[in-house]
């Protein structure tokens, strides 16, 4: 004799801690046990239910299944919460850019700004980005105290963004704010309102600025295909705003968090210092750690169900939101043992020393070889990756290096986190010099 059926558990929210906060492995535990569907009811920020995959494979397999799509009118119907509410994650619904469209749309766009992202271009923007960041390191030398959020993460995710989309160096902290104060608004307040009429008055900066710039940007490109009929003025902006916020919400979450995560982990410190004896590719592979433990975003933007369809055994209406959520999939105990753990051995097992060299090991990391999902997976995959990890494995170990005492000011309960898909420090203070009672790495 069986029993009625066990009701479906209610949506948790998606959004989990980040991992240096408190409470962050109950939170981690509820999203990624393994006795759970692969697919999950979520809460996003905002109130708006959905379907989250948490399993690395079928995180993979929503990013890339053609029965879901990034273009919300393409769903021929009504969406679940749209758009009647709005949500944080309005612009990368609704802003017509690459994260809200698919296939030839989609493929369009990104073609218009890939040349920029090339290894080519990635290259010489890296090389001029170098000397920006030895100059953002330098600026606070003979200081005590140095906020790493402040003096280094928004620095550069200015410098970045100036490179990439040719804003003049005397704009690019106003850039930087727009765009910080624009993600983090929340929506139908009138701070939100002031906020999205700044950001659109930086976007119509860099566009003029693109009319007169003799340097092919990505900006410049934009123009150009609008001036040519390829695009219209919603899409230029939105591209715009696009590869702004991307820029600055990436660098200004990562670079903190992974910094704090030295400050914490003496083991990381000295992969980042080059210790170890492994040189630049074991501090290369320290790096891929952790961008794997601090994703710049928690979960991809949002994907929407063409039509009545079941994926990874769940049934989903035509219409339904579906995210991947990029930490759970990190997290997964069975591709990343014992996750937590920052082992850069396990990045690129094939580099480990002689000593400690698994073939089993091995094996397995190329069973995986695609790795972890921070910078997303298939048509989506970020354009800006390649330039994005060389960004912060510099900012890390050149921060590092430069201040080889480097310590955390303050006690680990007193730093504040804030925003849902992303989870950003207001402030990371640290002294450059160790003080008797000031080191707080508990």
Do not use: K
């Not at 009319?211 to 919603?234: D, F, K, M």
């Not at 994907?303 to 990190?330: H, I, Q």
Request: charged share 20%.
């Amino acid at each position: 004799m069986t029993g009625a059926p066990l009701p479906a558990p209610a949506p948790v929210p998606l959004a989990c801690p980040a991992p240096h906060e408190r409470g962050f492995t109950a939170a981690a535990r509820r999203l990624t046990a393994p006795d759970g569907p692969a697919l999950r009811r979520v809460t996003l920020g905002g109130g708006l239910r959905a379907w989250a995959a948490t399993d690395p494979a079928v995180a993979r397999g929503v990013l890339t299944d053609p029965r879901l799509t990034n273009d919300i009118g393409e769903v021929g119907g009504p969406v679940q919460g749209f758009p009647d509410r709005r949500y944080p994650e309005d612009f990368f619904s609704h802003a017509p850019q690459l994260l809200s469209a698919s296939g030839e749309r989609h493929r369009g766009l990104r073609r218009i700004v890939a040349p920029y992202f090339t290894a080519a271009a990635t290259e010489r923007t890296g090389e001029r980005l170098r000397d920006a960041l030895a100059r953002i390191l330098g600026s606070p030398a003979g200081r005590d105290r140095i906020d790493i959020v402040t003096d280094l993460a928004l620095p550069l995710a200015g410098a970045t963004a100036g490179e990439i989309l040719g804003i003049v160096p005397e704009r690019c902290d106003a850039a930087v704010t727009a765009a910080l104060a624009a993600s983090a608004a929340v929506p139908g307040t009138e701070a939100a309102r002031s906020a999205h009429h700044a950001f659109a008055q930086t976007v119509l900066h860099i566009i003029g600025a693109a009319r007169h710039s003799p340097v092919p940007t990505a900006a410049t490109a934009l123009l150009h295909a609008r001036q040519s009929g390829r695009i219209g003025n919603a899409e230029l902006a939105g591209m715009l705003g696009m590869l702004l916020i991307g820029t600055v919400d990436s660098l200004s979450t990562v670079v903190p968090a992974g910094a704090l995560m030295a400050l914490r982990r003496s083991e990381v410190r000295h992969g980042l210092a080059g210790g170890h004896g492994g040189g630049p590719a074991y501090t290369t592979a320290v790096t891929e750690e952790i961008l794997r433990l601090n994703p710049p975003f928690q979960h991809t933007g949002w994907r929407f169900a063409r039509d009545d369809c079941a994926l990874a055994g769940v049934p989903l209406p035509r219409g339904a939101v579906v995210v991947t959520s990029v930490l759970a999939a990190n997290l997964d105990a069975t591709t990343w043992p014992d996750p937590l753990r920052a082992d850069p051995l396990r990045a690129d097992p094939l580099r480990a020393d002689p000593l400690r060299a698994d073939p089993l090991r091995a094996d397995a990391h190329r069973r995986t070889a695609a790795g972890h999902l921070s910078f997303g997976h298939g048509p989506h995959y970020c354009l800006g990756a390649a330039l994005g990890r060389r960004l912060v494995h510099e900012a890390l170990t050149g921060l590092f290096r430069r201040y080889p005492r480097l310590s955390l000011a303050v006690p680990l309960g007193e730093l504040t986190w804030h925003g849902t898909c992303l989870r950003r420090l207001d402030r990371l203070p640290a002294d450059t010099h160790r003080v008797e009672g000031r080191s707080h790495l508990a």
